[in-house]
Nanobody, 118 residues
């Protein structure tokens, strides 16, 4: 059974930091490009950050560059994202996504709520 379980969300003050974790199971983690997305009500889900299967390559949303870091530990089937200097506009549900490298298979986590208070 495929699972992507996110954790680490919650209520954070403006200017604080947060680290979200996604633990994967049920598929070969090393073969999947991992990403974090976020979504607010009424808006489309947007990419936050992405990391290649080996971790050698990363990509970040322009709106978050300089404040976000994505990493993965293939031995632990885990992908992390840290967001610093949080702003109220970072408030969203954050989702973990796995996409098969060179293929079409995609899995999503259930999401974790991040709320940044002003």
């Amino acid at each position: 059974q495929v699972q992507l379980v996110e954790s680490g969300g919650g209520l954070v003050q403006t200017g604080g930091s947060l680290r979200l974790s996604c633990v994967a199971s049920g598929f070969i983690f090393d073969n999947y490009v991992m990403s974090w997305y976020r979504q607010t009500p009424g808006k489309e889900r947007e990419l936050v950050a992405s990391i290649s299967t080996t971790g050698a390559d990363t990509a970040y949303a322009d709106s978050l560059k300089g404040r976000v870091t994505i990493s993965r530990d293939n031995a632990k089937n885990t992908v992390l994202v840290q967001i610093d200097t949080l702003k109220p506009e970072d408030t969203a549900v954050y989702y973990c996504k796995a996409r098969l490298r060179g293929g079409a298979q995609v899995y999503w986590g259930q999401g974790t709520q991040v709320t940044v208070s002003s």
